[in-house]
């Protein structure tokens, strides 16, 4: 393991103050092994750093001070039992709960073992009426309309997936009685990933054409009466009397309603089958949805229900009665073969920088059993490191601890994670990546990103020696937004547009701009915003002042999801991550394993 506690000096501070490298591991480098601790674990003082807004600042103080004594704590905690040691929880094999006891749950059933083939859950509710909205996220309005909405989701969620994240959505399903953007009652399901949506699966009144594929011998969507449909004129009504009385031996075909309707009470009942999910509702099949390549059944850890319902009571039944085998916290294989090899003495042709979270154990194991793998990582010609800062548990830190030491592929840089301040373990990437491993280029990419790392080299050396490259997937007059969850205050940002800028989950940069981003960092000069692919594109707009950057554009550097014979695809879950790499292993070439 080694930290990485930045070069925080002043102007005044000689070189023998500055913090560097401390090497933990013994499977570090003898260039790693010569970087030698020479500070002591002070906070760093941040006030004549260059922050674009003093929330920001703050934030940064508090953090490193949080980090401080997380890590002084971290020393203590080696010989603790680690998160995969705890005992285990029990597996039940049925749960159930009242109306009242599932609303104090946080309309929320937990299964601690996940699904299997045959669970089920089955509910009681009843549809509230329809209530009028201003900005309902299912339909187009515009400024000053209303709309009456009646509409609910029931999901299924990877609640131990990642612990303080938003839980991914193995089972999105949305009946909206009312209020969608067609007019018309529809059943929407979906998967989700990290904020990612899949290609959502829509249920409209119309059966499944014959031609598409079933799931377990059912129909992904079966048929109801539409407010449209003319077999529900008076003289379709007519004419089907008329053919009862006159043939009784002729089959009657009934169109049922749609499944739900507001005040009025239904049973449904959501079950596993051996090829995706199925929905019954009142006895009668409603919908099926295949699974998607990522989850697993044994990841739905908890079922949820939210919006205009009430629930009556809820069962769940034939759940597994063993822990899954792919749970996020007992992932790590300390396996040789998995070990990172060390840092050549050479200066090597690319440097990876990974972004992660202290808890993001099955992701960084996904990155080595994946494209760490590729021959160019195997041999360190491309050398990859995890950059994640602590982790608000302590039993995390200490876990952390124990996987750096023994893969020696983390570098820990000491302060208490926040989001505003991944734009720190971007300078420490570039810090690391020209003066330890004497890179080329250097990348950085996130621990959801599944890289084609022959395919990057390849394409970054396309450009001739000598000159700057900015390579990615580059955002041309972006303007901040100003409202909502991602909102950008004008103190944080005063202009009207952001620089050019590679998006986050992967871009190149030659090693001459990282070198300066490093330095100018080192001197206070470094203009710090809370956006790191921005902070990223401002830095080399400031480089390219004094010299010229090539800027290269690429769509094969995948911002959302998987494309076909893309460089990185981003938003991969561990599941994703490895079925790519054993695709890749299998015919040669890369194919997208989507969430479709």
Same mark, same amino acid.
């Given at each position: 393991m080694l930290i990485l506690p930045f070069t925080f000096k002043s102007p005044s501070q000689q070189d023998d103050d500055i913090p560097s490298l401390i090497p933990h591991s013994s499977s570090s480098s003898s260039t790693e092994r010569q970087l030698q601790q020479k500070s002591s674990r002070k906070v760093p003082d941040l006030?004549? +750093?260059?922050? *674009?807004?003093? $929330?920001?600042?703050?934030?940064?103080?508090? %953090?490193?001070? /949080?980090?401080?004594?997380?890590?002084e704590q971290l020393q203590f905690l080696e010989f603790q039992s680690p998160i995969s040691d705890h005992t285990r929880e029990v597996c039940p094999n049925a749960l159930t709960l009242s109306g009242s006891e599932f609303n104090k749950m946080g309309s929320l059933i937990v299964l601690p073992c996940g699904m299997t083939l045959g669970s089920y859950v089955t509910l009681v509710g009843k549809p509230r009426p329809a209530h009028l909205e201003q900005d309902p996220k299912i339909s187009l309005l515009k400024p000053?309309?209303? !709309?009456? /909405?009646?509409?609910?989701?029931?999901? !299924?969620?990877? !609640?131990? *997936? &990642?612990?303080?994240?938003?839980?991914?959505?193995i089972f999105h399903f949305n009946p909206r009685l009312k209020g969608d953007w067609s007019g018309t009652p529809v059943i929407e399901m979906n998967t989700c990933y990290r904020m990612q949506w899949g290609l959502a699966h829509r249920c409209e009144g119309w059966s499944s054409r014959i031609d598409e594929e079933n799931v377990d011998g059912q129909v992904k969507c079966e048929k109801w009466k539409r407010d449209d449909d003319d077999s529900t004129s008076e003289e379709s009504k007519t004419t089907w009397w008329l053919n009862k009385m006159i043939s009784r031996a002729k089959k009657v075909r009934y169109d049922w309603p749609f499944p739900f309707a507001q005040g009025k009470l239904f049973v449904l009942t959501l079950s596993a089958g051996l090829e995706g999910y199925h929905v019954n509702v009142d006895g009668r099949?409603?919908?099926?949805?295949?699974?998607? *390549?990522?989850? %697993?059944?044994?990841d739905a850890t908890g079922l949820s229900l939210k919006g205009d319902v009430d629930v009556n009571s809820i069962f769940a039944g034939s759940l597994p009665s063993t822990h899954p085998s792919f749970d996020s916290q007992r992932t790590l294989e300390m396996s040789n073969k998995w070990k990172t090899p060390p840092l050549p003495d050479a200066p090597v042709d690319l440097f990876i920088g990974i972004l992660s979270a202290g808890n993001h154990f099955a992701e960084r194991m996904a990155v080595r059993k994946s494209w760490m793998q590729y021959d160019l990582v195997r041999s360190s010609r491309a050398v990859a490191r995890f950059f994640v800062a602590l982790h608000a548990r302590k039993e995390v830190n200490a876990e952390l601890k124990k996987e750096a030491d023994f893969f020696g592929d983390i570098m820990i840089v000491p302060y208490m994670d926040n989001y505003d301040l991944v734009v720190l373990k971007t300078i420490a990437i570039c810090e690391y990546g020209v003066r330890t491993a004497s890179a080329k280029y250097i990348m950085k990419c996130d621990d959801? *990103? +599944? /890289?084609?790392? $022959?395919? /990057?080299?390849?394409? %970054?050396?396309?450009?001739?020696?000598?000159?700057? !490259?900015? @390579?990615?997937n580059i955002n041309y007059y972006h303007k901040p937004l100003r409202y909502g969850k991602w909102a950008v205050s004008y103190e944080e940002w005063p202009e009207e547009d952001y620089p050019p800028y590679a998006n986050g989950p992967g871009y190149i940069l030659s090693s001459d701009i990282a070198e300066f981003i490093a330095s100018e960092f080192e001197q206070h000069k470094l203009k710090l915003f809370k956006m790191e692919d921005v902070s990223m594109g401002m830095w080399v707009e400031q480089f390219n002042k004094?010299?010229? &950057?090539?800027? &290269?554009?690429? @769509?094969?550097?995948?911002?959302?999801?998987?494309?076909? $014979?893309s460089y990185t695809a981003h938003y991969q879950s561990p599941r994703q991550m490895l079925c790519m790499w054993n695709k890749l292993q299998l015919h040669g070439r890369i194919e997208c394993c989507n969430m479709r």
């Open positions: 006030s004549t +750093f260059n922050f *674009t807004s003093k $929330d920001i600042q703050k934030s940064a103080m508090e %953090a490193f001070s /949080v980090g401080n004594k997380y890590w000053g309309e209303n !709309l009456m /909405v009646s509409q609910f989701m029931m999901e !299924l969620q990877g !609640l131990k *997936t &990642v612990d303080g994240e938003d839980p991914p959505r099949h409603i919908t099926s949805f295949p699974y998607r *390549t990522g989850f %697993a059944l044994e959801d *990103t +599944f /890289v084609r790392v $022959d395919m /990057v080299l390849k394409e %970054a050396n396309k450009i001739d020696d000598g000159k700057s !490259l900015y @390579l990615g004094t010299k010229g &950057v090539e800027y &290269v554009h690429s @769509l094969k550097f995948c911002q959302f999801g998987c494309i076909e $014979d």
